[in-house]
């Protein structure tokens, strides 16, 4: 079989962990496998780089921050195939550039646009075991890139589709995908299967243990990608189409974001095509705005509401100086997060967003926002609500049980 093994920061967060990464690509290896494997940067690294930029600017170039922070991720990728070589195995690291993988030019959060299989696959015709660095690409100017946080996932599964390989195993430091985050609320449950679909809902509203990204890409490839710890040999969890899961639960699982901020623009001017400026004034600066509330005019203005990742807070600022007056008064709150339950069941169910205000009214907790899809239901309410309200959702749809 051709796998690509994708191995997380947790993974590779030391000397004995890149050592015991190293066991498990050659086991892989020895069991005659042809493999990639693709690597994030040691655990905190990629913080600890984002930190020492922050020392010099709030608002960095995000051209110089894809120079530094795609360091990291060179580091290791060498270190395991120092390591892969040093026993016995001939063992290549390659950069993204060198692997092939061509992104736009959006600096910090960059969309792949190509990757030929031809350097991957020489080096592996060549009988070596290939390391790629993750996270990382190059534009066609040959600007270095990143693919945004969590983005070595995606790396592994643009590889996978490229090279057509058997399987994108993606090791991490659980044991595969929860009811919700295991680390808040002890009682999850893993799951064996689970669709693009609800993955992609879970990964998009911060079940980080997938990048969206990679689910997206990995449903329009349809490569086969399975999540699994790299401390243990359990199983893990498979995701796949919709039809191959034979349970259709209404609700699959809860999602948490604290990585969210709310932007309150509060007496804006009430006219055709504001609205228009001010989002296609973030969309300039490459913000991703998430929920929009519009409230009913009154008197000539109205109040806008939008969520944004709160990393890009000072951005939207900055973007949104220029109008002056023109917004009214303008408050931006980092004390929210988003809180969502998904499920593809939903779309044949009714009364589950009723379920889900009653059980967050009975515990008191405010909802701020509210948007819906077909599978999913979201929330924002207060950052400090945020982990209790997982777990009282998570009760409420018995995803315990
Ligand atoms: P890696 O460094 O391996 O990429 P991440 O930290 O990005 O790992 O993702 C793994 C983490 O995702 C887990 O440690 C867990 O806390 C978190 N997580 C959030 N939601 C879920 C979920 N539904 N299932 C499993 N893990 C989840
Ligand atoms: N090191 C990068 C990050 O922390 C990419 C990754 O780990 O997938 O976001
Ligand atoms: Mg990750």
């Not at 195939?81 to 992104?103: F, K, N, P, S």
């Not at 911060?206 to 990679?214: E, P």
């Not at 907790?365 to 009282?392: C, D, P």
Request: aromatic fraction near 4%; include cysteine; hydrophobic fraction near 45%.
């Amino acid at each position: 079989m051709l796998i690509v093994q994708k191995y997380g920061g947790t993974s590779v967060g030391s000397v004995e962990r890149i050592r015991a990464v190293a066991e498990r690509v050659k086991r892989a290896a020895d069991a005659g496998n042809q493999v990639v494997a693709v690597v994030s940067a040691m655990s905190g690294e990629t913080n600890k780089l984002i930190a020492l930029a922050a020392e010099f600017s709030k608002t960095p170039s995000t051209r110089e921050m894809d120079m530094l922070l795609s360091s990291g991720e060179r580091v290791t990728s060498a270190l395991l195939a120092i390591a892969l070589t040093e026993m016995g195995y001939e063992a290549i690291a390659l950069t993204g550039r060198q692997a092939g993988i061509v992104t736009d030019s959006v600096h910090t959060k960059a969309r792949i646009e190509e990757i030929p299989a031809e350097p991957v696959m020489a080096q592996i015709k060549a009988g070596k075991i290939v390391v790629i660095a993750g996270f990382q690409g190059v534009t066609r100017e040959g600007e270095v890139t990143t693919l945004g946080r969590g983005g070595s996932d995606l790396t592994a599964v643009a590889i996978a589709g490229a090279i057509k390989a058997d399987l994108c195993e993606i090791y991490t430091d659980v044991d595969g995908v929860y009811t919700t985050d295991p680390r808040i609320e002890d009682k999850a449950k893993k799951l064996d299967k689970i669709s693009y679909e609800e993955m992609l809902e879970l990964a998009s509203l911060g079940a980080k243990v997938l990048q969206n990204r990679s689910v997206e890409l990995a449903k329009k490839l349809s490569v086969k990608v399975v999540t699994r710890n790299s401390f243990n040999e359990n199983k893990g969890t498979t995701i796949t189409s919709e039809e191959e899961c034979m349970e259709k639960p209404i609700v699959s699982g809860v999602a948490l974001d604290k990585n969210q901020a709310r932007v309150s623009l509060i007496g804006i001017a009430d006219r055709p095509g504001i609205a228009a400026e001010i989002f296609g004034a973030l969309a300039n600066a490459a913000i991703n705005v998430d929920m929009i509330v519009q409230t009913v005019g009154q008197d000539g203005k109205t109040n806008l509401d939008f969520t944004i990742p709160a990393t890009e807070l000072e951005t939207a600022r900055k973007s949104l100086e220029g109008f002056g007056g023109a917004l009214g008064r303008q408050e931006f709150d980092n004390e929210v997060c988003k809180l969502s339950i998904v499920g593809v069941g939903m779309k044949s169910h009714s009364g589950v967003a009723a379920e889900m205000f009653a059980a967050l009214a009975k515990e008191n907790i405010n909802i701020l926002m509210i948007s819906t899809s077909e599978i999913k239901i979201s929330v924002v309410v207060a950052k400090k609500y945020g982990e209790l309200a997982v777990r009282i959702l998570h009760a409420t749809y018995e995803l315990d049980k």
